[in-house]
């Protein structure tokens, strides 16, 4: 199963991302490539928060982050190879140094400590550290904002981006649970696991990446995904419960 999720997560999603790319952008190559890049970055660790949320399989979606974590540095160039056409010189001892301290190191240490206190800081993570968690996302999205705010021009371009770069976020969820019917142990826990590691991706990652290797424009679609993915996952929760009470 951790396998077929990886499948979807790096050649799922970067397929529906070109078509969509091709249909509303057949003439803005960077735009494009931006779709492409928030496709093919690494799973975001707030997917394993979801899945817990919703009461899904938080032991799956925990296995495909932390494998995410380690083949990203072997995936990733490859696909910008195909994309770009050149390889593109990126430090992926140090990039998989990051994803570690990014995700993997911190959830383990997050599971050493609820085994070790008996999930006795339950209420803490939902009271004082959900509150401190939510703002500090905030930060982090003003962050990556600011550093493209100068190419976003209120027009109906940006309108047009806002809504193509919605439907591909909501792509990212539904390409989730359609995955999930090849599964023959399909279970609402493993549909949620699905959901959420397909759906949600490291933006801050792909910010910083595109940001650091092409031009600003390439990042302006992967921070705008970072207004949608957040909210998205919300709205795919209630619609899993209205589903599960049926």
Known sequence: IPLWMLFLVHFGAPVVAWIVGWI????????????????????????????????????????????DTLVVPLLLPAILLFIVGQAIPIDYGHMIIQLLFMVTIPSMIGMAINDLTQGKLKAFTETIGGFTSKLAMFFVILINSAMVAPEITWSYAIIKLLLVVLLLVALGYYLGYLGSFIIKERSNGIIQALIYNVGMRNISFGSLLS?????????????????FQQPAAAVVSYILKIKLKK
């Open 211 to 227: 940001l650091a290797y092409f031009p600003p424009a390439v990042a302006v679609p992967i921070t705008l995904a970072m207004i």
């Open 24 to 67: 509303f952008y057949p003439s803005d190559y960077l735009m494009r490539l931006g779709f492409m890049i928030s496709s093919s970055i690494p799973v975001a660790v707030t997917s394993i928060i979801w899945t817990s949320l919703t009461g899904g399989n938080v032991a799956l979606a925990l296995v495909v982050v932390t494998l």
